[in-house]
């Protein structure tokens, strides 16, 4: 299914839910690869099932066994990490499209069968952390930092901070570094929506253009926030997905359903970002509270009465064990938001397909107050909890420390012995045409790769922390 034109981006155009509008966004087409080298289509297996098994046999994927989901280096299997929780959100992903295509005014079975586009968004949902560096946000915040201190040292970031550069491996190394605006902000806002970008289109598979090779419909149903890192004026999405050296790709995913970028350098949505969107947030706040029962932080009673709030209030029976009883409050909570965000998603599906549409489908649900108690429950008791907070500084202190070793030694016009051996190590994929962004890239793809338990030991090696 070829993608078709489209009015401009944010242009409202007709208020319309017909297949017509759907089609351009249901393309199959793969990215980076011509239709003409495209190779005969399966008759039993569709190419957006192909993305899926795509992603569940991919090593980025693998890796996110041992990726932080809520707590770092979990004291108990029970706790979910970042692979446990990509199954989830597929899950609830696939439910919530499930309940999309059954609305007949969008007369979506016209257009592909309902196994195709309960795929897209399932698989949309499997890849959207796949780009996550390890200890999770807070890896994000790591590598922020990172860039900050390292551009100031170098004289080559306007970061609008007085804050004191972090100590280099080699105090004494400067370099005269060449980034644009772009590219700087790229790192300084380093983002794992737009690393998950580009360990699909670049990173994993990388001797091919467009890596994986997935479908328009489904990439575009991963992108979150489809902007670049610096856009003109006020930007109408509060991060961006996508870095600098990755735009082609980012720009042929939208090109593919006939939009063109705003003035200001924006696209708007992908009607099924939405609901990948939307599949995270019911996750990422309804388990955590059982995660955060299991690791003792929050007690049964507080999240059996959040989760009650959003589900149904039901008779509690003391003889069944406090792990079924939040395991049946946790299901009845994302039933219900599945069926309030179906419902949002159908009152606003005109505005969704013409990109006027803000916010978020959970905040315009009915449960949305309790299920706000619910994260701030989750981030006072949880996240901000001391044995978090520890391991989190460690995992910080290891990114900021392998960052402070591998940058120098790449971009070392003459790098001595110890660089040579870092590189060496870490096995980058460096050309000597590499400009400084690319080589910088290189590093911090090569440290978001991480799981949490290598990061950390491959630091205690390289600082000679490691026991032999």
Avoid at 46 to 56: A, G, L, N, P, Q
Avoid at 129 to 148: L, S
Avoid at 359 to 381: H, M, N, T, W
Avoid at 441 to 464: I, P
């Amino acid at each position: 299914m070829a993608g078709c034109s489209r009015p401009a981006c944010f242009d409202p155009g007709p208020q319309l839910t017909s297949a017509f509008d759907w089609r351009p966004w249901l393309s199959d087409k793969r990215i980076g690869i011509s239709a003409t080298s495209r190779g005969p289509t399966e008759r039993t297996r569709s190419e957006f099932h192909k993305d899926y098994d795509r992603i569940i046999f991919s090593s980025a994927f693998r890796r996110l066994s041992d990726k932080t989901q809520v707590v770092p280096f979990p004291q108990s299997d029970y706790t979910r990490r970042r692979l446990t929780h990509s199954l989830e959100v597929s899950c609830v992903g696939r439910s919530l499209a499930t309940e999309i295509f059954s609305f007949a005014e969008l007369n979506l079975s016209a257009i592909l069968p309902q196994g195709d586009f309960e795929a897209i968004v399932a698989t949309a949902c499997l890849a959207h952390d796949i780009g996550n560096p390890p200890f999770g946000h807070f890896g994000e915040k790591a590598i922020q930092d990172w860039a900050r201190a390292f551009f100031r040292a170098n004289g080559n970031a306007k970061t609008g901070t007085t804050a004191e550069p972090a100590q280099l491996a080699d105090p004494e190394a400067s370099f005269n570094l060449q980034l644009s605006d772009s590219e700087q902000a790229d790192l300084l806002k380093f983002e794992g929506n737009a690393q998950s970008f580009r360990v699909l289109t670049r990173l994993q598979m990388a001797n091919r253009n467009g890596g994986m090779q997935l479908t328009a419909a489904t990439l575009g149903a991963m992108i979150k926030y489809p902007r670049p890192s610096i856009v003109q004026g006020s930007p109408r999405y509060r991060k961006h997905g996508c870095f600098q050296n990755d735009m082609p790709l980012f720009d042929e995913v939208f090109r593919t359903t006939g939009q063109q970028p705003s003035p200001a350098g924006e696209y708007f949505r992908h009607p099924l970002a939405w609901l990948s969107e939307a599949a995270d947030d019911i996750c990422y706040v309804i388990v955590d509270l059982e995660d955060g029962w299991k690791s003792g932080l929050i007690t049964l009673t507080e999240a059996t009465d959040i989760l009650d709030a959003i589900g149904q209030p039901r008779r509690r029976d003391a003889s069944i064990p406090a792990e079924d009883r939040l395991a049946m409050g946790r299901a009845l909570a994302i039933n219900q938001l599945v069926g309030q965000c179906a419902q949002v998603f159908r009152e606003n599906a005109s505005a969704i397909l013409n990109g006027s549409l803000t916010g978020s489908l959970i905040d315009r649900c009915p449960s949305f107050a309790p299920y706000q108690d619910a994260r701030k429950l989750v981030c006072e008791r949880v996240f901000n909890s001391p044995r978090i907070l520890e391991l989190e500084a460690a995992g910080y202190r290891a990114i900021q420390g392998l960052l402070n070793m591998l940058v120098p030694a790449v971009l070392a016009s003459e790098p001595d012995r110890f660089q040579q051996h870092v590189c060496r190590l870490a096995e980058l994929n460096l050309r000597d045409n590499m400009s400084d962004y690319e080589k910088i890239l290189a590093c911090t793809d090569h440290v978001s790769g991480m799981t949490d338990r290598y990061c950390v030991e491959q630091f205690q090696k390289l600082t000679g922390q490691w026991t032999l």
